[in-house]
C-alpha cells in the first residue's frame, strides 16, 4: 500500500533534448535524473534527432528511467510534433524541462496546465553565431529569446548568465555539478595503465584539450601555442572531441607527432586520468562541465579569462593561470611554465579538492527544491 501511494504522489518529470550526444548539456542531464530524489519524482527522457556513436543512450537506460525517441531528422524536425504531443499526453508530466532549442520551442508550442521549465546552458547569441553565422545565429537568438519569455521559469547555469539575462527570462541559477565518484584523484599505477592502455608515451607531460571542434572553443589556439614552445619535446597534447573542425585540423596539423586527436568513443575519464593541464581556449562558456572534470581528477588548468570560467576558480581552490582570448603567446609561454614546474615533480598531479557548490547531488537537490515550489504555486501543496 505504501508503495501505492508513493507512486499515486510522485510528480512526473519530462525532460526534453535533441540528443544524448556526450556534450555538456547531456552530462548536466544525466547527472540531474541520477540524483534526483525518486521518492519525489518520477521522470522520462524525450529525444528528438537520432543518436550518434558518441550517444551516451546506455548510460541513461542503466538508471532505469523510460525514454522515448522520435529519431526525426533536424531538417523535419517541425513534423514530428503530434508524435510528441502524443507521448506527452501518455507519460501526462506535471513539469516539461527543456535542455536545447529544439526542446524549447516544441514545449513553447504546447498548450495546457503544465510546467514549463528550460536551462540555458550557454550565451544564446554566442552560441548561434558561431554555429550559423552572424546572421543566421542572431536571428535564432532573437526567436529563442522570444520563446524563453513565454516559460514558467528558466534557470541559468551560471551566475554570469543569470546576471545578463535577468531582465529578458533568467529567473534563477543553479551551477551545472559533476559526479565526485566519476571525476576522482587517480594514483600512480592507474595512471601508468591507462597510460599504457591509450599508447601514450609515460613521459611527457600532457596538455589535454576536450570539447567540441568550434569556432567558439577556439583549439586552434591550443594548437599554435603549443607549436611555439620552447619545451615541446618533453610535452604531448592530446585533443578530444569532434565537431566541424576535428577533421580540418587534424588534416593540417598531421605531420605534428606531439599533437594526437582523438574522438569521444574512448572513455573521456581516461584522458582526464592520465593528463596533466587541461588548456579552455573558449571564447565564450555557460559553465564549463570539462573545468569541473578537470578539478576533480588533479589536473593544473590554463583558462581563457571569460566569465564562465571565472564563475568557477572564484569558488573552487585549484591551481589555474589565464590568459586572455586568443593570445596564443601568453598560453605558449603559460604551458613551457607548466612543464617546469610538472617536471619537477615525481607524480605531477593535484590532491582531491571540494567541489563544493558544483557536485552532481547538489545540483539536483537545487533542481528539486525548485519543482517543488514551482509545482506548490501551480497545483497546490497536495500535488506534491
Not at 508524435?83 to 513539469?95: A, C, D, E, L
Not at 552560441?127 to 545565429?137: H, Q, V
Not at 605534428?256 to 581516461?270: A, H, P, S
Not at 588548468?301 to 568557477?312: E, F, N, R, T, W
Amino acid at each position: 500500500m505504501k508503495e501505492l501511494l508513493n507512486m499515486i504522489s510522485k510528480s512526473r518529470i519530462l525532460f526534453i533534448i535533441s540528443t544524448l550526444d556526450r556534450v555538456g548539456p547531456t552530462n548536466v542531464l544525466f547527472n540531474l535524473i541520477r540524483y534526483l530524489n525518486r521518492d519525489k519524482f518520477d521522470c522520462a527522457v524525450l529525444t528528438l534527432s537520432p543518436e550518434k556513436k558518441s550517444s551516451r543512450l546506455s548510460d541513461f537506460i542503466s538508471l532505469g528511467i523510460p525514454i522515448f525517441q522520435v529519431n526525426q531528422n533536424r531538417f523535419f524536425w517541425l513534423f514530428s510534433s503530434a508524435r510528441i504531443r502524443k507521448f506527452i499526453k501518455s507519460y501526462n508530466p506535471k513539469i516539461l524541462h527543456s535542455h536545447s532549442f529544439r526542446a524549447d520551442f516544441e514545449i513553447f508550442r504546447l498548450r495546457g496546465n503544465r510546467l514549463r521549465i528550460a536551462t540555458l546552458h550557454a550565451d544564446l547569441k554566442d552560441n548561434y553565431c558561431d554555429t550559423y553565422g552572424l546572421l543566421g545565429g542572431y536571428l535564432l537568438a532573437l526567436l529563442n529569446f522570444k520563446v524563453l519569455r513565454n516559460f514558467d521559469w528558466v534557470v541559468s547555469c551560471s551566475k554570469q548568465l543569470h546576471t545578463k539575462y535577468m531582465m529578458d527570462f533568467s529567473k534563477s541559477f543553479i551551477f551545472n555539478g559533476i559526479d565526485e565518484t566519476e571525476f576522482s584523484v587517480p594514483g600512480p599505477d592507474r595512471i601508468n595503465s591507462l597510460k599504457s592502455k591509450l599508447l601514450i608515451q609515460s613521459d611527457k607531460v600532457i596538455f589535454l584539450f576536450i570539447g567540441s571542434f568550434i569556432d567558439r572553443k577556439d583549439p586552434e589556439t591550443i594548437i599554435r601555442a603549443f607549436q611555439g614552445m620552447q619545451l615541446k619535446e618533453q610535452s604531448l597534447l592530446i585533443l578530444v572531441g569532434d565537431g566541424l573542425l576535428y577533421r580540418i585540423l587534424q588534416r593540417r596539423y598531421r605531420h605534428e607527432k606531439l599533437i594526437v586527436f582523438r574522438n569521444f568513443t574512448t572513455g573521456i575519464n581516461d584522458f582526464f586520468s592520465v593528463g596533466n593541464v587541461l588548456i579552455s581556449a573558449s571564447k565564450s562558456e555557460g559553465l564549463p562541465n570539462v573545468v569541473l572534470e578537470a578539478i576533480g581528477t588533479g589536473n593544473n588548468l590554463l583558462l581563457s579569462k571569460i566569465q564562465g570560467h571565472l564563475d568557477i576558480i572564484e569558488n573552487i581552490q585549484c591551481e589555474y593561470d589565464l590568459f586572455e582570448i586568443g593570445d596564443v603567446t601568453t598560453l605558449t609561454g603559460l604551458m613551457d611554465k607548466s612543464v617546469k614546474s610538472l617536471m619537477d615533480t615525481a607524480y605531477g598531479r593535484n590532491k582531491q579538492v571540494s567541489l563544493g557548490s558544483f557536485t552532481a547531488r547538489n545540483m539536483a537537490e537545487n533542481y528539486g527544491d525548485l519543482y517543488e515550489l514551482l509545482i506548490r504555486q501551480r497545483f497546490g501543496s497536495a500535488e506534491i
